[in-house]
């Protein structure tokens, strides 16, 4: 199994910065894509951002700017800096994790999503 544990949520006044980590651990071979994703009440969830094994990453139009994702691929982490933070990014924060695990010998390999139990940003206006 695999197991995501994310850390650093809290309440911070609007203009503050937090950063959020995100570990993975268990049974994979490597990770593919790492992302925050963040849900606020009564709204679905939507991605934040990711970041890819070689390091290339993807924002949502409403963080760019503020927040920057990036990863320890040898201690498979992530972090998301958020900085300039608004009301309206208060949300529960997941990470996501797409993990591959070589399957035979021939190479087939076996990809699998897990997500986080998230953390709670509370920005305060």
């Known amino acids: 199994q695999v197991q995501v544990v994310e850390s650093g949520g809290g309440l911070v006044q609007a203009g503050g910065s937090l950063r959020l980590s995100c570990a993975a651990s268990?049974?994979?071979?490597?990770?593919?894509?790492m992302g925050w994703y963040r849900q606020a009440p009564g709204k679905q969830r939507e991605l934040v951002a990711d970041?890819?094994?070689?390091?290339?990453?993807n924002y949502a139009d409403s963080v760019k700017g503020r927040f920057t994702i990036s990863r320890d691929n040898a201690k498979n982490t992530a972090s998301l800096q958020m900085n300039s933070l608004k009301f309206e990014d208060t949300a529960v924060y997941y990470c996501k994790v797409d993990t591959q695990k070589v399957i035979n010998v021939e190479g087939a390999v076996y990809r699998k999503d897990y997500w986080g139990d998230g953390t709670l940003v509370t920005v305060s206006s």
């Open positions: 970041i890819s094994s070689g390091g290339i990453t």
């Open positions: 268990g049974r994979f071979d490597s990770i593919n894509t």
